[in-house]
């Protein structure tokens, strides 16, 4: 009889298969040829600055119900680095492609995204089941980036491919593992979560949809 997987190890299964056909979305495989439109980029930058400010409301959601201090210091901890790291290489990244950050509209894509993770906000367990396809996602996204043609995405690539963000979504795997929630309802939980972030990762700017 072959061993039993943990819940993570079933989920980190799925979102891997799923988030390597995102590399074919026309946004990672024009990063990827070199010949996206800079308008495509800019505007999905934008729109994920909104969606990490809001990640890190739902860090601080998680800080706020730990049950031990390892995962307080943890949940703080994320939630500072998104909000003085994570969000800090946005701005640099942005720098070739002349993000405003300021008056950014939530997209269509974004909004039914966070709306979702609202409707989660007081159940851990399915919190941290969300939250693995835009964690696992995209590591495993980037990482096939990496022989992407030369270009301004090389920083963003390094960053979300490296060995620390790698670290970062193991301990979000342990995290999994230890929740208090059925296989089942998680698999119905994460396929919403891999259809939102394909959703996300797939959205355009209105110049570029009217074109």
Sequence with gaps: MPPTRGLADALSAEVTQAATAWLDLPMLAGIRAGDLDPAVFRHY??????????????YSRL??????EDELELFVRLAHGVVAVELD?????????????????PSAE?????????????DRAATLV????????YGVALAGLRDAAPGPYQDWIAIYSGGQYADMI??????VDGAE??????LEILARAVELERMFWNQLPAVVEAS
């Excluded at 290489?89 to 509209?105: S, T, Y």
């Excluded at 974004?110 to 007081?122: D, I, N, V």
């Excluded at 969300?130 to 996602?137: D, F, R, S, T």
């Excluded at 929630?181 to 998680?186: M, N, V």
């Design 45 to 58: 930058l934008e729109q994920d600055y909104v969606y990490l400010r809001y990640y890190a409301r739902i």
């Design 170 to 175: 193991q301990r979000h795997l342990t995290l």
């Design 110 to 122: 974004t909004r039914e995204y966070l709306a979702f993770y609202e409707s989660l906000a007081h």
């Design 181 to 186: 929630l059925p296989e089942d309802r998680a």
């Design 130 to 137: 969300a939250m693995l396809p835009c964690i696992q996602g």
């Design 63 to 68: 800080a706020a119900a730990a049950t031990t």
């Design 89 to 105: 290489h946005h701005k640099r990244a942005a720098g070739p492609f002349g993000c405003d950050f300021d008056d950014v509209v």
